[in-house]
């Protein structure tokens, strides 16, 4: 399993663009990148996953560069509701596999007005 | 029902007491895992399930079994409480196992063992 490493914490303000780096150097080939945020009192939902590049969608933007040992996920425009916890997860798209992804322990964003 | 549910949404037990806490999914996912989360540790796996019929430890299996019978339900089963297993758990599915697939998550069951 890639172990990944985030930022316990961070602030920003609202209307202010968010940068969440990940590093994952350990991660194989067959392996995806996902990131889930998870608000208080809730269960985490998918918001992104890529494989190379660049990958954006109506909610996040997500940069991963060439050597993939790292991994970017772009807020634009933040609000005080992306307040939330953000996880990186790499895993593969093996069926039937014993070894489990891991959420760890997130990034915890929190949004100031 | 619509996604995937778990009951009950809170409970309080008395240590020794034998509980357990349900989980059930209607998008006929091969795959279930149970977290809990406790402050400052994230997201833990207990256990999971590939497919109706097996069952596999995680994390922190120690204390927890699950047994999955069909594909919709995912029972967690503690034994005998102890205070340590306070936590919020949360049941998940997913298409099928592995890293690529996104895992839906249920509400969450604040468990409190006195």
């Known amino acids: 399993l890639a172990k990944t490493t985030q930022p316990i914490s961070m602030d920003s303000y609202e209307g202010q663009e968010v940068n969440i780096t990940c590093s994952h150097n350990?991660?194989?080939?067959?392996?995806?990148i996902t990131w889930y945020q998870q608000f208080p009192s809730q269960g985490p939902r998918f918001i992104i996953q890529?494989?190379?590049t660049k990958v954006t969608n109506e909610v996040a933007s997500l940069f991963i560069p060439a050597d993939r040992k790292s991994s970017t996920l772009s807020l634009p425009r933040v609000s005080l509701s992306d307040t939330a916890v953000y996880y990186c997860?790499?895993?593969?798209?093996?069926?039937?596999?014993?070894?489990?992804?891991?959420f760890g322990k997130g990034t915890r964003l929190h949004i100031l007005p | 029902i619509a996604g995937i549910t778990q009951a009950p949404t809170s409970q309080i037990l008395a240590a020794g007491r034998r509980m357990t806490l349900r989980c059930t999914q209607d998008?006929?996912?091969?795959?279930m895992y149970w977290y809990r989360q406790d402050l400052g540790l994230g997201l833990r796996l207990i256990h999971y399930?590939?497919?109706?019929?097996?069952?596999g430890k995680g994390e922190v299996p120690d204390g927890y079994s699950v047994s999955r019978a069909n594909t919709d339900d995912f029972p967690l089963t503690l034994a005998s409480a102890v205070p340590s297993q306070t936590s919020v758990y949360f049941c998940?599915?997913?298409?099928?196992?592995?890293?690529?697939?996104?895992?839906?998550f249920g509400p969450g069951t604040r468990l409190t063992v006195l």
């Open positions: 998940a599915s997913s298409y099928t196992s592995g890293g690529y697939n996104e895992q839906f």
């Open positions: 350990n991660i194989a080939t067959n392996d995806y």
């Open positions: 890529g494989y190379k």
């Open positions: 997860l790499v895993g593969d798209v093996g069926e039937n596999r014993d070894d489990k992804i891991i």
């Open positions: 998008m006929r996912h091969n795959a």
């Open positions: 399930s590939n497919t109706a019929g097996t069952t």
